[in-house]
Every structure is written in structure tokens, then in C-alpha cells.
């Protein structure tokens, strides 16, 4: 199951403390309902941090050309569930009842990758998104994304970003016209 959020930002003169969050939620089969909800804008940022946390399938980002088997699929509906908690091979073979080299196989014919990129490319792009969008400490961006520590998220997201969180929050945080251009991925 899928949550996405949208949020109106404009409110009445009368009601500043109120705003509109959409919540979509799709189910494993595309069926889907929608509810419109007036919520105290306190609760805006719980809601969006609950929605960022929410996996978004990262289907989207697999190659268009090879099929993916009911093995990887739910692998990757296990892992998107789970990124957040110290999750390895191991484990999701064993969660979704198959060999770990068997899994590996077919993970990297299906999508290209290996079972830990996969998870790390899920963990750094949360990653990215509580770091431009929330002031939490890297420390806990760390533990929300399934890291040991802010020490092995800053290394694995340099390795892939070429950047540390802090640096990559900085740079987002500034206004658009004084952000480094960046390398569109």
C-alpha cells in the first residue's frame, strides 16, 4: 500500500492554522481511495514526515526493459516496507521465504542491481528528503533510514552524492538562485 500526500498551502484570513492535506492511498492492485482532510497546521509536518516515510515503490526506477518476477517483486514491496529497520540480504530472502543466492540472482537479472543497492539508493533518497525538508539532526535522519550511525549514512552518501548530509542540506536549504547547479539524476 502506497500513501502519497498533497497539501494546499493557501488558507483563509480567518483560519491560518488549518490547511488541506489530500491522502491517497493505493493499494497492491492500483485501487485506490482519496480523502481531503482539514488538519491543524501542526499536524502538517507529522503528516509529511509520515508520508515521506511511507515507501514510494521505487518500480518506477527500475530498467523498463527487463520483466520483474513475483520473487523480486516482493523483495522489493518487503524492502520498501522496511528500509528503515537493519535490514540485509539475509533477511529479506528469509522474509520472503527463499535462498539469499537464489534471491541475488534474480534481483540483479530483474533490475539491474544488486539487494544492497537497492536498499542503500532507498535509504539515501529518504535520506534526502528529511534532510531538505525537516531540521532533524543527521544523527536521526540516520536512524530513520535504517543506518547504524550518522557516521555510516555520511559515508555511504558521500559514496553516492559525492556530498556529506550537511553539506547537501545546506545547499538545499538555500535559495534556488545561490544553489550549485547540479547533475540531474
Known sequence: MTMTTTMNTTSTQADRTARTV?????????????????????????????????????????????PIDHIVRRAIRFIDCNYASRIDVGEVARRINVDRSHLSRRFHVCTGMT??????????????RLLAGTTMSVTRVAQRCGYASADVLTRRFRAVRQITPAQYRTAMTRPAALRPETDPR
Open 22 to 66: 489530500r491522502l491517497t492511498i493505493v493499494g497492491e492492485h492500483g485501487e485506490g481511495i482519496i480523502l481531503d482532510a482539514r488538519v491543524d497546521a501542526s499536524l502538517v509536518e507529522r503528516i509529511t514526515v509520515i508520508a515521506e516515510q511511507t515507501p514510494h515503490s521505487a518500480d518506477a526506477d527500475l530498467p523498463d526493459d527487463r
Open 115 to 128: 539487494v544492497k543497492q537497492y536498499i542503500d539508493t532507498l535509504r539515501i533518497r529518504q535520506a534526502e
